[in-house]
């Protein structure tokens, strides 16, 4: 069972950066993938980033270029760098763990969420 809690989140102004942190603890498989998703009211939840367990990283269209997702084994943390904020990144920010990256970006096989964290960018 694994255990996924995000920390990061607040409020800025319009171009500035936030970093999320995902720290996972429980068992984690020798292959997986970590993902953050965001969602906004009244919406579906959509991926944002992902990271597979050699690194191979897949990114939501809207947030190349701004954000960047990366992993600290050593702390068993996934961490997801948001720079160029816009109002539009506002939006409760879910982290997850799965089996395998794939194309959306997302990660198959979701084992675990964590409770969110939330993101607002004013202008």
């Known amino acids: 069972q694994v255990q996924l809690v995000e920390s990061g989140g607040g409020s800025v102004q319009a171009g500035g950066s936030l970093r999320l942190s995902c720290a996972a603890s429980?068992?984690?498989?020798?292959?997986?993938?970590m993902g953050w998703y965001r969602q906004y009211p009244g919406k579906q939840r959509e991926g944002v980033a992902a990271?597979?367990?050699?690194?191979?990283?897949s990114y939501a269209d809207s947030v190349k270029g701004r954000f960047t997702i990366r992993k600290d084994n050593a702390k068993n943390t996934v961490i997801l760098q948001m720079n160029s904020l816009h109002p539009e990144d506002t939006a409760m920010y879910y982290c997850?763990?799965?089996?395998?990256?794939?194309?959306?970006?997302?990660?198959?096989?979701?084992?675990?969420w964590g409770q969110g964290t939330q993101v607002t960018v004013s202008s």
């Open positions: 997850a763990a799965g089996d395998t990256l794939v194309p959306g970006p997302a990660c198959y096989g979701i084992n675990a």
């Open positions: 429980g068992y984690l498989y020798s292959s997986y993938c």
């Open positions: 990271i597979d367990s050699d690194g191979s990283t």
